[in-house]
């Protein structure tokens, strides 16, 4: 079997079957066709032997049997030869179905159609039988076969195509089926519990329409599928971070994932509450809030930024009326999402707008522009327009700017303005009233033109006003002319001058309008030229001479100078100018004159007579280069045979006499200048000039060599040589003697070295310039060199302030190293080493060793060390003052500080180890118990720390001994003070006055209240006294509460009130002193040591005659009471009959 070359080709899998589908109506039409063929095919079997040695059919060779693509679909390509006999046979697909491609007449496909292969059977292999109809002979093309695979096919497919001869033609296909590609761009936003991913669809849909996407997050794998981006994927835990891929899926299948997104965290979401706002009014400043859900605070921005502004915290700020929108905004945090924008949008009303300012009148003709400035304040709204209002009378002038006229205002009247401004919402408040301004008549100037005018003059002009005030005059170009406000002119030059006239009012009339007039300033010939000065030279004479006064008002184009006698001229733009020409030896005077636009001026006053004379010349022979030291004298002539003169130009190098005696002050480059001044015969000759080398010699000796000995070693010293040869000195050269040793520097000293220890040594030295080395110095006086020593000296270490260290140092000589303070205001030292601390601080000692006879001076060491505190002494002389539950303890500082001011003091109580800190004696202990004995002990603490505690005070006591409060039934408070009772008695802080608290009997009357105390730790008796702070009444008596009688045996008798004897009153009745004694009379208190006493003053009536009624005879006292008896017994028995 014949088959092509043919190329596999995969087949996309979503090319849409191109398969098709026969209506019912057409099938009549197919059958008809079908028929027609088949007529064809009986036909061609009629004619079969004839025809098939003719029929070649075969693929196209320009082809090479090529699998091509065209559209959606697979193109095969054929060509024919001796098409018109040709037959298939008649041969099927083995269904019954003829599968044959015509071809017509010319070789094209008929109207059949292109053959698309049935899908139904196109899979597998398959056979295709090639017909033609008619035409001629001769090869000719059949355009295609094509074949379309239909959707989701993948596989293997056969064609065996069969000529006309029923050879066969083999292609096999195989079919893939395409996937779409990756989406792209993939993005997620999170929710709350969700993220929404957005992506790109991809580039290649795989030949088949995109059915859905699906996205994964990553982790936990949830998914969302759809038919476009975006998705959103829920379920998603909040605070977890995800990443999401996305693949597409068509007919043949899904894509690979695409890239996966950057990592998003779903976050809990936060709603924002910002309820409306009614409307504002412009001009305020409200400041608005709102509420997150989360907790967090919104913030807040304005979207109408030309109506409102406001911070991020809700300070709201009104641009001018209208709408205003806010948005209340949560950005949200790593917890929650960004919150939902809320707008308000509410109304801003304008108000009216402010006052105007500044309003300024400007008087007119019965009228007034008055000018002023816009208000601050707009009210928020537009300023629709201005009014201003005089006064008196009320005129207005209203307008929409600055400034406003207001008219049909009386001349000579006063009036003041204010402006009102209005807007939306009115007319705003008046501004301030202006100044007053009076409207004034108008006046006129009558200025007449001037004509043309002459440079050098001076005239008055004058103008009139129609008020009959007087003008006044100002020049506008006053380069050209000036004038004085009464009218004289003065002309600066030439030109066109402009003057103004004007008025500027009165009380009457209003300044007048400005009137100018313009003329010509016409120039004059210039002045004359002054100073003519002549210069003679050789046949010439240069004159100078200075400008004219005057220019004649145009600038001067040339000047004239001319000689008498002879006339010989020059001419020139300035002073000086040559007159040549002349005869030497004739005396000349000189006259100028300057020429302007208007002409030639007159002729200055001659000059003095100056005389031109012949030149002369010098002749002055290079010297050649002399030697630095040496005086030559130079020589030169002049022409003249007049005698020559020198001088220097280069100082710095040589000097010369005018005579020219040469000194040289350096070396280097010197120029002498050879001059001849001239006579009455001659001209001053041109200066000559020369220049020569100086050159340098070598230096003289250096002086006063001293050697100063080391270790195998001297340093000479010495001073430099008067004369240095006149070049600077390079270097000297210090020799030694004997040996030859030599050093050689710049500058002194010298230090010789490898010499020998113990051989004395002179030296000598020499100087070397550019010129060479100069003779030696004389020797100095003979030194020795010595050994060298040096010290070892320890660092010591801090030291503490108080120590006496001794320092120690050796020296490798074996000498003994002295000792020194640097730094004497921290520290001290002796030679031989002992230490004293003046205070603490940086401390540095030096160690010397000053050599003898043998050794050099050692090299100084030194060593610092810090001298730190130590705690200071104990303080001393502690002692205690007792007071109430407080002691107060004094003390002395301690002699010895440590080094370092004592920043504070602790004294401690003991018992109880109660403290107090402070800066200095005394220190009170507070919060002691009242009765408890106490020993202080105190510290001193320094930067160093705390000191040792001080010997302990003797045992202290607190006590309460004197109480104070107001009394009933007076002004002011009492005092109550204990005494007695010992070191240790005590008030309780109970104690004091107040209400009585054991009421007596009705005849017992305490206006005054009580005074109770208690006291403890007492022993025997105590004293109390009471001072009231007003006098208690005559009468008064003095009454206890407690046991009449005194305890018996520890039993003590039952309390009552009873009067207290031995009580003391003080002349001015406000004193009382009383004492009780420990379980006696009146203490109310078994325990031993402590007493308890209520007392309180008793103030009894006093009666008129107390001795007329007899209480004190007991027979009186019965008598009385059988009448009272009686008397009884009467009244009983009336009432019991009424």
């Not at 070295?753 to 004395?760: K, S």
């Not at 602790?906 to 005394?922: E, F, I, L, N």
Request: proline fraction near 7%; charge should be neutral; hydrophobic fraction near 35%.
């Amino acid at each position: 079997m014949k088959t092509p070359k043919i190329h596999q080709k995969q087949v996309d899998r979503n090319f849409h079957q191109s398969q098709k589908i026969i209506a019912p109506a057409a099938f009549k039409k197919q059958i008809l066709k079908f028929l027609g063929r088949l007529i064809l095919i009986i036909f061609s079997l009629l004619t079969y032997g004839q025809a098939s040695a003719a029929c070649n059919l075969s693929f196209s060779t320009t082809v090479g049997g090529q699998v091509t693509k065209s559209g959606s679909e697979y193109k095969y390509t054929f060509s024919a030869t001796d098409y018109a006999n040709c037959d298939p046979g008649g041969k099927t697909d083995g269904t019954g179905s003829s599968l044959g491609i015509y071809v017509d007449a010319i070789g094209n496909q008929n109207s059949a159609g292109n053959k698309t292969f049935p899908s139904s059977s196109a899979h597998g292999t398959n056979n295709v039988y090639i017909m033609s109809i008619g035409g001629s002979t001769g090869p000719t093309n059949i355009d295609a076969f094509y074949y379309t695979p239909p959707n989701g096919y993948s596989g293997a497919d056969s064609f065996t195509f069969y000529d006309f001869n029923g050879s066969p033609y083999t292609v096999n296909v195989t079919v893939t089926a395409p996937v779409p590609g990756s989406p792209t761009g993939v993005t997620a936003t999170p929710g709350s519990g969700q993220a929404s991913v957005a992506f790109a669809a991809p580039a290649s849909d795989g030949g088949s329409a995109i059915l859905d996407y699906t996205v994964t997050s990553s982790p936990g794998g949830f998914t969302a599928t759809g038919a476009g981006s975006p998705l959103t994927v829920t379920g998603l835990t909040n605070g977890t971070a995800y990443t999401f891929t996305v693949t597409a899926r068509n007919a043949n299948g899904s894509s690979a994932a695409s890239t996966a997104s950057s990592a998003v965290t779903p976050k809990a979401t936060q709603t924002i509450t910002f309820n409306p706002l009614g409307a504002q009014t412009f001009g305020t400043t409200p400041t608005l809030t709102a509420t997150a859900s989360s907790g967090l605070t919104p913030t807040f921005t304005s979207t109408t930024t030309g109506v409102c502004t406001i911070t991020s915290g809700g300070a709201l700020t009104f641009v001018t009326a209208g709408s205003c929108t806010i948005n209340a905004d949560q950005a949200g945090n790593a917890t929650y999402s960004a919150a939902a924008t809320v707008p308000q949008t509410f109304t801003v009303n304008a108000i009216v707008p402010g006052a105007p300012t500044a309003a300024v009148g400007t008087p007119g003709d019965t009228q007034v522009s008055v000018a002023f400035t816009a208000p601050a304040s707009n009210g928020g709204s537009a300023i629709l327009d201005y009014t201003v209002t005089a006064s008196p009378g009320g005129a207005t002038a209203t307008g929409a700017a600055s400034p406003l006229n207001v008219t049909g205002l009386l001349n000579g009247t006063a009036y003041t303005f204010t402006v009102t401004a209005r807007n939306s919402a009115g007319p705003g408040s008046a501004s301030t009233a202006s100044s007053a301004v009076t409207p004034k008549a108008p006046q006129t100037i009558t200025f007449n033109p001037l004509g043309a005018q002459t440079f050098g003059t001076t005239p008055t002009l004058t103008a009139t006003a129609s008020s009959g005030l007087t003008p006044t005059f100002t020049s506008t170009t006053t380069g050209v002319c000036t004038i004085t406000s009464g009218g004289a002119l003065t002309f600066v030059t030439a030109g066109s001058c402009t003057i103004n006239a004007d008025q500027a009012g009165n009380a009457a009339f209003s300044a007048a309008t400005t009137v100018p007039q313009t003329f010509t300033v016409n120039a004059i010939v210039p002045g004359a030229p002054t100073a003519a000065v002549g210069t003679p030279g050789d046949t010439q004479v240069s004159v100078a001479f200075t400008a004219p006064a005057s220019n004649g008002g145009s600038a001067i184009l040339d000047y004239t100078v001319t000689a008498s006698p002879g006339g010989a001229t020059a001419t020139g733009a300035a002073s000086p100018l040559n007159v040549t020409g002349l005869t030497n030896g004739t005396a000349y005077t000189f006259t100028v004159t300057a020429r302007n636009s208007a002409g030639s001026g007159s002729a200055s006053m001659a000059s003095s007579a100056v005389t031109p004379k012949a030149a002369q010349t010098i002749t002055f022979n290079p010297p050649g280069a002399q030697t630095f030291g040496t005086t030559p004298t130079l020589t030169a002539t002049a022409s003249s045979t007049l005698a020559v003169t020198f001088s220097s130009t280069t100082t710095g190098v040589c000097t010369v006499t005018s005579g020219g005696a040469l000194t040289f002050v350096t070396a280097g480059s010197c120029t002498i200048n050879a001059d001849q001044a001239g006579n009455g015969t001659y001209l001053a000759a041109t200066t000559v000039g020369r220049t020569f080398a100086v050159n340098a010699t070598v230096p003289g000796a250096p002086t006063a060599a001293v050697g100063t000995a080391g270790g195998g070693q001297v340093s000479v010293a010495f001073t430099a040589p008067a004369y240095n040869g006149g070049s600077a000195i390079t270097g000297y050269t210090v020799t030694a003697s004997p040996g030859g040793a030599s050093v050689s520097g710049a500058t002194s000293p010298l230090v010789v070295t490898g010499l020998t220890n113990g051989t004395p040594y002179t030296f000598t030295v020499t100087a070397t310039n550019l010129a060479g080395t100069g003779a030696a110095s004389t020797a100095s006086t003979a030194v020795t060199p010595k050994a060298t020593q040096t010290i070892t000296f320890n660092p010591p270490g801090d030291q503490a302030f108080g120590t006496t260290p001794t320092l120690s140092a050796t020296a490798s000589s074996g000498l003994i190293p002295t000792f020194t303070s640097t730094t004497t205001g921290v520290c001290t030292i002796t030679s031989g080493g002992a230490l004293t601390f003046v205070t603490t601080g940086t401390c540095t000692i030096n160690a010397d060793q000053a050599g003898d006879g043998t050794y050099g001076v050692a090299t100084t060491i030194s060593r610092t060390f810090a001298v730190n505190p130590t705690v200071p002494g104990a303080p001393t002389g502690t002692v205690g003052t007792a007071g109430n539950g407080q002691v107060s303890v004094a003390f002395t500082a301690p002699a010895f500080n440590g080094g370092s001011t004592i920043t504070g003091y602790t004294v401690t109580a003991s018992p109880g180890g109660a403290t107090v800190s402070g800066a200095a004696s005394p220190l009170i202990v507070t919060g002691l118990t009242n009765g408890t004995a106490y020993t202080f002990t105190v510290t001193a603490t320094n930067l160093a720390g705390t000191g040792a505690a001080s010997t302990a005070s003797v045992a202290v006591t607190p006590r309460l001994l004197t109480v104070s409060n107001p009394v009933s039934g007076m002004t002011g408070a009492a005092t109550a003070t204990l005494s007695g009772g010992g070191s240790s008695c005590t008030l309780n802080p109970t104690s004091g006055f107040g209400a009585v608290s054991h009421p007596a009997t009705a005849d017992k009357p305490m206006p005054y209240g009580e005074y109770a105390f208690e006291s403890t730790s007492c022993a025997g008796t105590v004293t109390m006294t009471i001072i009231y702070p007003q006098a208690l009444p005559a009468g008064v008596q003095f009454w206890k509460y407690g046991p009449a009688t005194a305890a018996v045996g520890g039993a003590v008798a039952a309390s009552t009130w009873f009067q207290l004897s031995g009580a003391t009153l003080s002349g001015d009745r406000k004193t009382v002193t009383y004492s009780i004694t420990d379980n006696g009379v009146g203490d109310s208190n078994a325990a031993v040591g402590s007493i308890r006493d209520p007392f309180a003053p008793v103030v009894i009536p006093v009666m008129s005659d107390p001795s007329s009624i007899p209480v004190d005879a007991p027979w009186a006292l019965v008598s009385l009471s059988i009448v009272l008896g009686l008397l009884g017994v009467r009244w009983q028995q009336r009432q019991a009959r009424g």
